[in-house]
């Protein structure tokens, strides 16, 4: 059986445009990922964490297998993280990490 794979991002962005950036994740990017049919389910989280400068928040997407996670890297992740990148630009910082889900419950 393959593994189901999570994409975590986690992104970090400046106080006084997070609450325009949530509303634009929630409303735009995030169903436009979704769309893309690569991802069977996805979570939006924020860090706990004391930062007058942002707010940190992690999307995790889980993909049904690598290899449909890839497809979605060659189809579809250059042109929505330029959606993302040229939005907001000098605004935000954000990372990455694969992860093959072993268990879950």
């Not at 436009?32 to 690569?38: E, I, Y």
């Amino acid at each position: 059986m393959k593994n189901k794979i999570l994409y975590n991002v986690t992104v970090k962005v400046l106080r006084d445009i997070s609450e325009e950036w949530l509303k634009w994740m929630n409303e735009v990017h995030i169903p436009d990922v979704m769309s893309t049919g690569k991802f069977e389910s996805y979570k939006l989280s924020e860090i706990i964490e004391e930062d007058e400068e942002g707010r940190t928040f992690a999307i995790q997407y889980v993909s049904f297998n690598m290899e449909t996670f890839q497809s979605y890297q060659l189809d579809h992740a250059k042109k929505l993280q330029e959606e993302h990148s040229i939005r907001y630009k000098n605004k935000y910082v954000a990372f990455r990490t694969l992860m093959n889900i072993l268990n879950e419950g």
